[in-house]
């Protein structure tokens, strides 16, 4: 596992249970007593949290920082996957739909090389590339300002394009969910284009593993009422899918390998 990778673990442990001991590092990472200090001292530098004897205390317990793209799509890879072939049985010939720039909706790109007559909208330049090897596919890539680290076009060149269209769905990604509070991602500008895509579609779908709920990342996107469905594994918890189901969502569990018995 790499230092960002390990770090990013960290953080999303603490941004669940605010603290964490040396030992219960060691024993999830699998790593030395001397790797954790080294990364407790890395993000205890950057801010997110103080060490104290024995572990650390998260600093920021409610909101969660953006690790990079290459960490994101590492990180609880099978779940994305089975959250993804659930996502394209959705997609059918003839639809005109939206792949919003996550990790987890890149992994349905991916899935939808034998469909005929998608338009496939997107503010993903990865996803472009991806679809571009499709003939039968109409790919549109709207405009914007490229975020480097997340791979992501946003700013008003994106708002303006993402007013002008309607699509039939649209498969996005957030930070963080949480029944009450609502859906929320880790920067102004995502959450932004965010809403704008929430507004362009009939169907407005969340892919969303399980690290995912109970979080409220920095940015507010909106509450769990503005989706139609949220498609998620099977590691997500009873209660958080009844929440939803209550606030009229509809909810897809993907069971993935690793949990089943």
Same mark, same amino acid.
């Given at each position: 596992m790499l230092a960002e990778e390990r770090r990013f673990r960290i953080s999303e442990l603490l941004s669940r249970q605010r603290t964490v001991s040396a030992s219960e590092l060691?024993? !999830?990472l699998g +790593?030395?007593?001397?790797t954790v200090r080294r990364d407790l001292a890395d993000l205890e530098r950057k801010g997110l949290l103080v060490r104290s004897h024995g572990g650390a205390v998260s600093k920021s317990p409610t909101t969660n920082f953006q690790p990079s793209y290459e960490t994101l799509g590492r990180t609880n890879r099978e779940e994305k996957q089975v959250i993804a072939v659930e996502a394209a049985k959705m997609i059918f010939d003839g #639809?005109? !739909?939206? $792949?919003?720039?996550?990790t987890t909706v890149s992994e349905v790109a991916l899935r939808l090389q034998h469909r005929n007559r998608l338009t496939v909208v997107t503010n993903s330049p990865l996803i472009l590339c991806q679809l571009q090897r499709y003939p039968e596919i109409?790919?549109?890539c709207i405009g914007g300002d490229l975020q480097r680290d997340v791979f992501? *076009?946003?700013?008003?060149?994106? @708002? /303006?394009? *993402?007013?002008?269209? /309607? +699509? #039939?769905?649209?498969? $996005?990604?957030?930070?963080? !969910?949480d029944p009450a509070y609502g859906m929320s991602t880790a920067s102004h500008a995502?959450?932004?284009i965010k809403k704008a895509i929430i507004k362009s579609a009939r169907m407005r779908i969340a892919l969303v593993d399980h690290s995912k709920f109970g979080k409220q990342g920095f940015a507010f996107v909106g509450p769990v009422t503005d989706l139609t469905t949220l498609i998620t594994d099977s590691g997500t918890s009873p209660a958080d899918l @009844?929440?939803?189901?209550? *606030?009229g969502v509809q909810v897809i569990v993907a069971e993935a390998k690793s949990a089943r018995k």
């Open positions: 060691i024993e !999830i +790593v030395t007593a001397a #639809d005109t !739909i939206f $792949l919003e720039g996550s109409n790919v549109m992501y *076009l946003s700013g008003v060149w994106a @708002q /303006r394009s *993402l007013s002008e269209i /309607r +699509v #039939d769905k649209a498969f $996005l990604g957030v930070s963080g !969910i995502e959450a932004t @009844q929440a939803l189901k209550d *606030l």
